[in-house]
C-alpha cells in the first residue's frame, strides 16, 4: 500500500509514441489499470491514433513537441524543452513516479529524476535495443529510488551483463493479456461475421510494417507461396501499417498468395479468433495464443521468443513454435505440420489458452505493477522525509 501522503501514488507514463501498437496498447492498459486501483495517471506524448482512447478514457495527456521513437529527429535542444514542459506539468499533477522503456523515453525519464527528484520506473520490453552502458550509468544512479523490470529471466540476466548492476536488482513481470476480451469464439461464427468462408485455412500475422519488424512477413509469403498446391484455399492476414506495406503486398500478388492487408485495426479479437494460425511476436502472439490459436512466434529480434516467458518450456512447441527468423524454410518446416493437421492445431491452441491464463492474467500481472509503484513511491516519500525535498 502506497503511504506517501494518498492514498495512491500518482504516475507520469512516457510510452515511445500512442500508434496503434502490441507496445502502445501495453502501455494505455496498464496506465488504465493502475487508473482502476484509484492511481492518478498521465500520459506524456507527442500523440497517435491511440490518443482517442487516452482521451475517450479521461486520462490527462502531456503534449510533447517531438515523437520519442526516431532519436535522429531530436536534438538535445527538443529534449530539454521538452523535459522542463513535462517536469512543470509533472509538479503540478502532484507525480510520484515515471514509467518509461528504453530508448528516448529513459532519456526523457532521466531529466526528469534530475530536474525532480522523480523516481523512475524503467521497463525494457522485447523489442527495445539491450540497455547501453551509458544507460547503466544512469540506472545506478537513479536506482536508489528507482527500479528497473525485465519481462522474462532472460532479459533480466540480459540488461543487467549490459548496463553492469546486480541481476537480483531487475524485477521480472510478464507481459499481461486480458483474457477475458481475448477468448476463445466459434471459429466459424467468427467467420460469418467478418464474411470469410469456412472452409478457408487462415493465417493471420500483425506488425508495425517497417524494415525492423517485417522481413518475417516477407518470410511468411514466400512459405506460402510454396504451399499454396498442396493446401488450397490459403489466405494471409496481415494487419498494419508501415513504410514495407505497399512492397509487402506487392510480393505477396507476385507470388500468387492470396492476402488481405487490412491496415491497422483497434479491435483485434474477432482477427485472431478466425485464425487457424497465428504467426508474429509479443503482445500480439500472446493475444492470439489467449484466443486460443496455434502460434507460431517469429523471433524477433533473435532473443524474442524466450523474451515472451512461456515459449521454449515444453518440448517442440508444444504451446507456441519457435520460429528463428532466418530463411523462409524454416518458418514453412514450422508451419507445415500445423497445416496438415486441424486436431493438431486444435490442441496446440487449448493449450496455449492455458498457459496464457496461468502466466499472463490481467489482473494479476496489473496487481504486481501497483506493488511495484507503490514501492517506488514509498521510497520516494522517505527519501524526501530525509531530507531532499524535491
Known amino acids: 500500500m502506497y503511504s506517501g501522503g494518498r492514498e495512491h501514488p500518482s504516475i507520469l507514463f ?73 517536469a512543470a506539468a509533472a509538479r503540478a499533477f502532484g507525480t510520484d513516479v515515471v514509467d518509461c522503456v528504453a530508448g528516448v523515453p529513459f532519456m526523457l525519464g532521466a531529466l526528469l529524476h534530475d530536474l525532480m527528484g522523480l523516481p523512475v520506473v524503467f521497463e525494457t520490453l522485447s523489442h527495445n535495443p539491450p540497455v547501453s552502458r551509458e544507460m547503466g550509468r544512469a540506472l545506478r ?13 532472460r532479459d533480466a540476466r540480459a540488461q543487467a551483463l549490459v548496463a553492469d548492476f546486480a541481476e537480483e536488482r531487475v524485477g521480472i513481470i510478464p507481459l499481461p493479456v ?114 486460443g490459436r496455434p502460434v507460431v512466434l517469429a523471433s524477433w529480434p533473435p532473443h524474442a521468443a524466450e523474451s515472451v516467458g512461456w515459449w521454449g518450456d515444453d518440448a517442440h512447441g508444444s504451446v507456441g513454435t519457435a520460429y528463428p527468423g532466418s530463411t523462409w524454410r524454416s518458418l514453412g518446416e514450422v508451419l507445415d505440420p500445423l497445416l496438415a493437421d486441424p486436431d493438431e492445431r486444435r490442441r496446440r491452441g487449448d493449450l496455449s489458452r492455458t498457459r496464457v491464463v496461468e502466466r499472463h492474467g490481467l489482473d494479476h500481472i496489473m496487481d504486481r505493477w501497483y506493488e511495484a509503484f507503490a514501492d517506488v513511491a514509498n521510497r520516494r516519500a522517505a527519501a524526501r522525509v530525509g531530507g531532499d525535498a524535491r
Not at 61 to 70: C, G, P, T
Not at 141 to 153: H, K, N, P, V, Y
Request: aromatic content about 4%.
Open 141 to 153: 544512479r537513479m536506482i536508489g529510488t528507482g527500479r528497473m523490470f525485465a519481462m522474462s529471466d
Open 178 to 291: 486480458d483474457v477475458t476480451r481475448f477468448r476463445p469464439q466459434e471459429l466459424c461464427e467468427v467467420r460469418s461475421r467478418l464474411g470469410l468462408d469456412r472452409d478457408l485455412t487462415v493465417i493471420v500475422t500483425a506488425a508495425r510494417m517497417d524494415a525492423d519488424k517485417a522481413e518475417y512477413i516477407g518470410h511468411l509469403i514466400d512459405a506460402l507461396a510454396t504451399r499454396a498446391t498442396a493446401h488450397p484455399g490459403l489466405l494471409l492476414i496481415a494487419v498494419g501499417d508501415g513504410s514495407m506495406r505497399a512492397s509487402l503486398q506487392q510480393r505477396a500478388q507476385a507470388a500468387g498468395v492470396a492476402a488481405h492487408f487490412p491496415g491497422f485495426v483497434l479491435e483485434m479479437a474477432d482477427v485472431y479468433s478466425c485464425a487457424d494460425i497465428y504467426v508474429g511476436h509479443g503482445t500480439t502472439a500472446l493475444e492470439a495464443a489467449a484466443c
Open 14 to 86: 512516457i510510452p515511445e509514441r500512442l500508434m496503434v501498437g502490441g507496445a502502445e496498447r501495453y502501455f494505455l492498459a496498464k496506465a488504465n489499470a493502475m487508473a482502476a486501483r484509484g492511481c492518478r495517471v498521465c500520459i506524456a506524448s507527442a500523440g497517435g491514433p491511440l490518443l482517442s482512447e487516452v482521451q475517450a478514457a479521461g486520462i490527462p495527456w502531456i503534449r510533447l513537441a517531438q515523437d520519442l521513437i526516431v532519436p535522429g529527429s531530436l536534438t538535445a535542444l527538443h529534449l530539454i524543452e521538452d523535459a522542463h514542459h513535462v
